[in-house]
C-alpha cells in the first residue's frame, strides 16, 4: 500500500544553517506530494506541493522536488531562521487509492539563535 | 474567513461523559478528513468521509467512537464515555473530491483533555 517515510527527529539548527528533511514514498500509481508544516498550537499548513515527476515545488525559502527514481520528496531550505521552528509533515495523495492521503509522522525542527 | 472551522477550540470533558466535535469543510469541499494528534506524536489518520458515507475508517478505533458528515451541516466526530487515553488534539481536514489531488486544508483542531 501508500506509505510516506520522514527522517526523524527531533532536528536542532542554528540560525542561517542548512535544512534537509528526507522523504520517500510508496505509491501503487502516480501520487501528488506535499510538504505541511505546523506551529505550536495550531493545525497544518500546506507548504508547498508538486504533482509530477521532476516537479519542484517552493516556498517561503523552502524547496522539495519530486524524485520518481528515487521516490523521494526531500525539503531543503539553505538559511533556516528562528521563525521556521515547527513540526513538517511530507505527505502523498494518490488517485488510484481515491481521494486518500498518507502523513509522515512528522519532523520537528529546532532554529536557535 | 472560508477556510475549516473546527468547534470548539478546547474541550474538556470528565471521564464516562460524551465528546462531540464539530468540523465545517471549506466552501466547496465534499470530502472531510479527521486525524488525532498524541502530545509529542504525529498524525494517526482515523476516517475519511464524503456527505452521508463513510469511505475509509481504517483509523477508528473499534469502540466508542463515530463520525458522520450529513447531508446538511458539519461533519460530527463523536467520542463516547471518554477515557485519559483520548486526551489529543483532533484536526479535520477538507478537499474538494474533485479527483484533482488538491491538497488537503485543515482546522485548527480541537484539544480534548479528559478529567
Known amino acids: 500500500g501508500d506509505s510516506v517515510t520522514q527522517m526523524e527527529g527531533p532536528v536542532t539548527l542554528s540560525e542561517e544553517a542548512f535544512l534537509t528533511i528526507n522523504c520517500t514514498y510508496t505509491a501503487t500509481g502516480y501520487p501528488s506530494l506535499f510538504w505541511y508544516v505546523q506551529y505550536p498550537g495550531e493545525g497544518l499548513q500546506l507548504l508547498l506541493k508538486a504533482t509530477k515527476a521532476d516537479d519542484k515545488g517552493s516556498n517561503k525559502g523552502f524547496e522539495a522536488t519530486y524524485r520518481k527514481e528515487t521516490t523521494s520528496f526531500h525539503l531543503e531550505k539553505g538559511s533556516v531562521q528562528v521563525s521556521d521552528s515547527a513540526v513538517y509533515f511530507c505527505?502523498?495523495?494518490?488517485?488510484?487509492?481515491?481521494?486518500?492521503?498518507?502523513f509522515g509522522t512528522g519532523t520537528s525542527l529546532t532554529v536557535i539563535p | 474567513n472560508a477556510g475549516v472551522m473546527q468547534n470548539p477550540r478546547h474541550l474538556v470533558r470528565r471521564r464516562g461523559q460524551e465528546a462531540r466535535l464539530r468540523c465545517s469543510p471549506m466552501k466547496g469541499h465534499s470530502h472531510v478528513y479527521w486525524y488525532r494528534q498524541l502530545p509529542e506524536e504525529g498524525l494517526k489518520f482515523m476516517v475519511y468521509?464524503?456527505?452521508?458515507?463513510?469511505?475509509?475508517e481504517s483509523g477508528m478505533p473499534k469502540e466508542r467512537f463515530s463520525a458522520e458528515f450529513p447531508k446538511e451541516g458539519p461533519s460530527i466526530l463523536r467520542i463516547q464515555q471518554v477515557v485519559r487515553g483520548d486526551s489529543a488534539a483532533y484536526f479535520c481536514a477538507s478537499s474538494p473530491g474533485d479527483y484533482s489531488n488538491q491538497p488537503q486544508h485543515f482546522g485548527d483542531g480541537t484539544r480534548l483533555s479528559i478529567l
Open positions: 468521509l464524503q456527505k452521508e458515507n463513510i469511505i475509509d
Open positions: 505527505a502523498l495523495s494518490d488517485l488510484s487509492t481515491g481521494n486518500q492521503f498518507y
